[in-house]
């Protein structure tokens, strides 16, 4: 697979907790043009440690190796065909890591790519059309224009 061709990726993004921002994960964000997909590494416990300068262990593991590791050997992989990566992501990371996100794209009404001064992140809008705009994933950093060129012109895509 080739980066900003097959998928774009983000590190240390976050994913916002339904019941509150206590609740929210850190983690990778890994976009085709199928799906959205949001790997967490840490909890939100472990990110606020490494702000007092501890050493933090990754919380959520694959098989007993961080998952970030296994993430970026996958995607490294030669060979390797989006169809089978979004399979792994689909039946085996999702099974062992059930936080994991997968947002298949065909399943929701539009989304956003927002990228501004003051933030970045991806927001969908349900199947639905009432449900509103719900933050997916945030906090793109450095990637966040390289997200945004990789969505553009995608039919589900709101300017």
């Known amino acids: 697979m080739k980066e900003e061709y097959d998928y774009v990726i983000a590190e240390n993004t976050r994913h916002l907790g339904e019941k509150s ?15 959205f997909f949001f790997v967490p590494v840490n909890t939100t416990e472990d990110i606020r440690k490494t702000r007092k300068g501890k050493t933090v262990e990754p919380t959520f ?3 007993g190796k961080p998952v970030a590791i296994v993430v970026h ?7 390797l065909s989006k169809a089978e990566f979004e399979a792994f992501m689909l039946k085996k990371v999702k099974k062992e890591i059930p ?15 927002y990228s501004t001064w003051w933030g970045s992140g991806v927001l969908v809008n349900g199947t639905d059309g009432k449900s509103g ?5 945030s906090r793109f950093n450095r990637d966040k224009k390289k997200i945004k060129s990789f969505y553009e012109g995608h039919s589900k895509l709101v300017p």
Do not use: H
């Not at 705009?133 to 994933?137: D, H, I, K, N």
């Open 73 to 79: 050997e996958l995607i490294n992989r030669t060979g």
């Open 133 to 137: 705009w719900q933050p997916l994933v």
């Open 21 to 35: 921002l206590s609740s929210s994960l850190q983690g990778i964000f890994i976009g085709t043009q199928n799906y």
């Open 99 to 113: 936080e994991t996100i997968c947002c298949a794209i065909n399943d929701i009404e539009q989304f956003k790519i």
């Open 61 to 63: 593991l694959f098989k």
